[in-house]
């Protein structure tokens, strides 16, 4: 089935330390890797998002992500939390098409980070 | 910078009800989606659309559901006769540059 796992449901850490949250796709095809992160009160927002290329890849706030084909993983880290970085993230793909249709994001089911000041 | 809107941002209604969730795209997108997520859960895909019609559906979205782009710049949402399992946030997106661009989302609250 087409599935997201996020390993991590809720992580805590002091600002300043360094964050990887983890998270596996299943699908055999090619795929398009998205983090979204959701503050608290307000909407989805991207975070960065992997199509091609580089599997490192790098998104707004000093977040990165790398794409190991291998293992079907697609990791978010960050060297340095701020207490501002607070909020639900999820991993998301979808599968890449060869031609223009609308094309569903399938989710992972977050993981909650909260940052002590 | 342009972005997706959604009217109301808070619905209650009883059950049995019809609601209308309404949205705005980005003007010049052409793909358009809806999700939701039920309290402590997962975003899960609804329905896209694409030229006037619907390009795919979940298992979630049955014939109490229904799509439409009345005027080329809404798309609505109807659930015709609401059930308490369907309290949840209703998320809608645009897409444009292979990226989709999320609303503020509508909570539902079935009484």
């Known amino acids: 089935a087409q599935s997201v796992s996020q390993h991590n449901h809720h992580v805590i850490l002091s600002e300043a330390a360094s964050l990887e949250l983890g998270c596996n796709y299943s699908?055999?095809?090619?795929?398009?890797l998205f983090w979204y992160v959701q503050y608290p009160g307000q909407h989805l927002q991207l975070l960065l998002k992997?199509?091609?290329?580089?599997?490192l890849v790098k998104g707004i706030k000093g977040f990165e992500a790398e794409f190991i084909k291998s293992k079907f993983s697609f990791n978010l880290r960050k060297p340095s939390v701020q207490w501002s970085d607070t909020a639900e993230y999820f991993c998301a793909w979808r599968a890449q098409t060869l031609y223009s249709s609308a094309s569903k994001i399938i989710f992972g089911s977050g993981t909650r980070l909260s940052i002590r000041p | 910078e342009p972005e997706v809107t959604q009217t109301p941002s808070h619905q209650v209604t009883q059950m049995g009800q019809e609601v209308i969730l309404r949205c705005v795209p980005i003007?010049?997108?052409?793909?358009f989606y809806w999700y939701r997520q039920i309290l402590g859960q997962k975003v899960e895909f609804l329905v896209s659309?694409?030229?006037?019609?619907?390009?795919?559906k979940s298992e979630i979205f049955d014939d109490q559901f229904s799509v439409e782009r009345p005027d080329g710049s809404n798309f609505t949402l109807k659930i015709r006769s609401t059930k308490l399992e369907d309290s949840a946030m209703y998320f809608c997106?645009?897409?444009?540059?292979?990226?989709?661009?999320f609303g503020p989302g509508t909570r539902l609250t079935v009484l």
């Open positions: 699908y055999g095809g090619t795929v398009n």
């Open positions: 997106a645009s897409e444009g540059n292979n990226e989709q661009f």
């Open positions: 659309f694409y030229n006037n019609e619907i390009s795919e």
């Open positions: 992997y199509f091609s290329g580089d599997p």
């Open positions: 003007s010049n997108h052409l793909y």
